[in-house]
């Protein structure tokens, strides 16, 4: 149980384009989503916390008009970067606290070419 | 500040060769430390939390431990499908169900 759907797994975008990811839970309601950012033999970096039906909080040094994120419903959440560039890619990964703990998507690998 | 630390940040081991990973914590208020286990590529996949000092908690060859000062991972005789990193979380009283993570320790383990 407690599971977290992230989609895409991996994209490649041209600069100045947007793309969505997506995270569902599957099998409980996420009131609340993480959004870590991670580089290559790095630790996880919170970039923002969405809430369903409210505004997202935004960790210092995160530009929230590049990085939109929205909390649809109780079981989705979506991080959109907007007009990415090079230095965007990375790899993200969403969290939702569940039932048993804190349960992690299987993360999107994104390249902006 | 609060700040989670791990150590080392990489170890070799040879199959059968035990070891333990340290994560050490300045916090104020913990209300829970978590494990992760990461393989490249895919997200961290749950392995312990623990709440209070003196706590521990199994699961196959990992053992976990906790003082009010740090955590450690034991690893007992690991074979190389234990390969990966291996991260600590601490969730904080005052931080909202935000969780703070370490740099993560990477484990390689030769056969």
């Known amino acids: 149980g407690a599971v977290v759907s992230q989609h895409p797994s991996w994209v490649i975008c041209k600069s100045g384009t947007s793309v969505k990811i997506e995270c569902r839970s599957l099998d409980f309601q996420a009131t609340t989503m993480f959004w870590y950012r991670q580089f290559p033999k790095q630790s996880l970096m919170l970039m923002a916390t969405?809430?369903?039906?409210?505004?997202?909080?935004?960790e210092q040094g995160v530009e929230k008009d590049k990085f939109l994120i929205n909390h649809a419903s109780l079981t989705l959440s979506t991080l959109t970067v907007t007009s990415a560039h090079p230095e965007d890619s990375s790899f993200y990964i969403c969290s939702a606290p569940g039932p048993w703990g804190y349960t992690f998507g299987s993360g999107t690998r994104l390249t902006v070419v | 500040e609060d700040q989670v630390t791990q150590s080392p940040e990489a170890l070799r081991l040879q199959e059968g060769e035990s070891s333990s990973l340290n994560c050490s914590y300045t916090?104020?208020?913990?209300?829970?430390l978590f494990w992760y286990r990461q393989d490249p590529g895919k997200g961290p996949e749950f392995l312990f939390t623990l709440y209070s000092a003196g706590e521990e908690k199994e699961k196959e060859r990992l053992k976990a431990t906790l003082t009010k000062k740090e955590s450690f991972l034991h690893i007992t005789a690991p074979k190389p499908e234990d390969s990966a990193t291996y991260l600590c979380a601490v969730l904080l009283y005052s931080s909202a169900s935000k969780i703070i993570f370490g740099s993560g320790t990477r484990l390689s383990i030769r056969p």
């Open positions: 916090v104020s208020g913990l209300r829970g």
């Open positions: 969405s809430n369903e039906g409210s505004k997202a909080t935004y």
